[in-house]
Nanobody, 125 residues
Framework: QVQLVESGGGLVQAGGSLRLSCAAS???????MGWFRQAPGKEREFVAG?????????YYRDSVEGRFTISRDNAKNMVYLQMNSLKPEDTAIYYC??????????????????WGQGTQVSVSS
């Protein structure tokens, strides 16, 4: 099973930016990858997903569309989440994930099965 390690979280003021990184222990090129988040007292929710291969297709939850960008570097087995115009409601632990089956699109939460330990993102008002 792939091991995923997130980094890049921190404390930022509203309107600021952060870039999260996810390092995978194995090859990711044939798998869709994604980012999820979980705020205190809430369920984990899908944030963004990117299709396998070159990642031509990416998907976002409505509340982050236009502010967040997911990308991947298959040569480095890395996935990124660029977060701009951050809002206090973006505060959560952010998790990197890989779909269970290869050659997916990464557009639905139920397809994901491997998780990292998470990185905390806190946005102050």
């Amino acid at each position: 099973q792939v091991q995923l390690v997130e980094s890049g979280g921190g404390l930022v003021q509203a309107g600021g930016s952060l870039r999260l990184s996810c390092a995978a222990s194995g090859r990711i090129s044939t798998y869709a990858m994604g980012w999820f988040r979980q705020a205190p007292g809430k369920e984990r929710e899908f944030v963004a997903g990117i299709a396998w291969g070159g990642g031509r297709s990416a998907y976002y939850r409505d509340s982050v569309e236009g502010r967040f960008t997911i990308s991947r570097d298959n040569a480095k087995n890395m996935v990124y989440l660029q977060m701009n115009s951050l809002k206090p409601e973006d505060t959560a632990i952010y998790y990197c994930s890989q779909e269970r089956m290869p050659y997916g699109l990464g557009n639905t939460q139920r397809g994901f099965g491997s998780w990292g330990q998470g990185t905390q993102v806190s946005v102050s008002s």
